[in-house]
């Protein structure tokens, strides 16, 4: 079966340079979530997009910036980068209309290293 | 706000044995989901099992089972006859509805010996 598809798996930036994370959700899901994990820590939820539209916000910083695009697919803008930026960062999916579910299924994620 | 406690961060049990996690929330919410998730080495975050908080009868799947105490806010995970692939950071969940983030607790590091 289809999963959530991240790229690139590994990233590595300097300080202040941009970074763009993309997330392939699965064939017919409609929501995608983004989530950042640092070392030892629990995944922090950062946004969400139901439709394209921003369904719910997390401790996403001004540097950051996410969109879904037309084919459900989205991406995670990092300007700035800080080297607290560098973490493992989760994409998700789930179908909303598949109501009593609220299933998300996770991507293998993107580990992001800022030097 | 939400939160998601999980008391125990390492635990540790003998292959074939059970063993269960425990884990707490906080909400003023009637209606909501539990999950717990499974992180290999690998990171990747694999659904383990999932509860709706309308339904009673505490769910199943295969060696994996969950005690659900609404009025205590309690939703712990049992898993029987652990096996070595069971070795993993285990992550409880809370999330109101879909479409909605999950919060996540601090999660266990469970160790399985031969």
């Known amino acids: 079966a289809a999963g959530v598809i991240q790229s690139p798996r590994h990233l590595i930036k300097e300080k202040r340079e941009t970074a763009t994370l993309k997330c392939y959700p699965i064939?017919?899901?409609?929501?995608v979530y983004w989530y950042q994990q640092g070392p030892g820590q629990d995944p922090q939820f950062l946004i969400s997009?139901?439709?394209?539209?921003?369904?719910d916000k997390g401790s996403i910083p001004d540097r950051f910036s996410a969109q879904q695009f037309s084919d459900y697919h989205s991406e995670l803008n990092m300007s700035s980068l800080e080297l607290g930026d560098s973490a493992l960062y989760f994409c998700?999916?789930?179908?909303?209309?598949?109501?009593?579910?609220?299933?998300?299924?996770f991507g293998a994620g993107t580990r992001l290293s800022v030097l | 706000a939400q939160t998601v406690t999980q008391s125990q961060p390492e635990m540790s049990v003998q292959e074939a044995e059970t063993v269960t996690l425990s884990c707490t929330y906080d909400?003023?919410?009637?209606?909501?989901?539990l999950f717990w998730y499974k992180q290999p080495p690998s990171r990747q975050m694999i659904l383990v099992i999932r509860?709706?908080?309308?339904?009673?009868q505490n769910a199943t799947e295969n060696r994996f089972s969950v005690n659900f105490q609404k009025a205590a806010k309690s939703f712990s995970l049992k898993i029987s006859d652990s096996q070595l692939g069971d070795a993993a950071m285990y992550f409880c969940?809370?999330?109101?509805?879909?479409?909605?983030?999950?919060?996540f607790g601090t999660g266990t590091s469970l160790t399985v010996i031969p």
């Open positions: 969940a809370y999330s109101i509805s879909t479409g909605n983030q999950f919060y």
């Open positions: 909400t003023s919410e009637s209606d909501y989901y």
């Open positions: 509860q709706e908080a309308y339904k009673q």
């Open positions: 997009f139901y439709e394209k539209m921003q369904s």
């Open positions: 064939p017919r899901h409609d929501t």
């Open positions: 998700a999916s789930s179908f909303y209309r598949e109501q009593g579910a609220n299933i998300q299924y």
